[in-house]
């Protein structure tokens, strides 16, 4: 899923140690440019992802690709936006999606060129189908209730 807004706060870094090593969690808020802008908070996980949003100037416009995720703690559910990458946000320009490339950590220039797409094929029509409709007979009396 893929939102745009501007980049309002950065929240602070989360390290730790675990039995795979050392993490890092960061988070960040963007303002939604909507009628009614809403605001929104993002979990971001390891070091790339945290350096991607310390890149980025605070009240710039952004483009925030992420993936909701909930859990259940006693009985009680709780949702997280899980950030897999934030870049700036150009007017005009396609998302990375689009273009085919995979955009590097933080920066706006591609790292590389993703695969290519196949080319679109054109959708088969479905066949048209125009069947008569069936005939009512008429006994010249209304069936209706009113």
């Not at 960061?26 to 993002?42: L, M, N, S």
């Not at 070091?47 to 100037?57: D, H, K, L, W």
């Not at 933080?106 to 069936?134: K, L």
């Amino acid at each position: 899923m893929e939102i745009t807004g501007k980049l309002i706060q950065i929240l602070p870094n989360v390290e730790g140690e675990s039995a795979r090593g050392h993490w890092v969690r960061g988070g960040f808020v963007i303002e939604t440019g909507d009628d009614y802008p809403r605001k929104v908070a993002f979990t971001a996980f390891g070091e790339e992802r945290v350096a991607m949003v310390r890149n980025i100037p605070m009240m710039s416009p952004v483009v925030v690709t992420f993936t909701p995720e909930s859990r259940e703690f006693n009985e009680r559910w709780y949702t997280d936006l899980r950030c897999s990458r934030v870049q700036p946000f150009v007017p005009g320009q396609m998302p990375p999606a689009a273009t085919g490339y995979a955009w590097a950590a933080g920066g706006n220039a591609p790292a590389q060129p993703a695969t290519p797409a196949a080319p679109a094929q054109p959708e088969a029509q479905p066949a048209q189908n125009f069947a008569q409709p069936p005939v009512m007979q008429s006994n010249g009396e209304d069936d209706l209730p009113f």
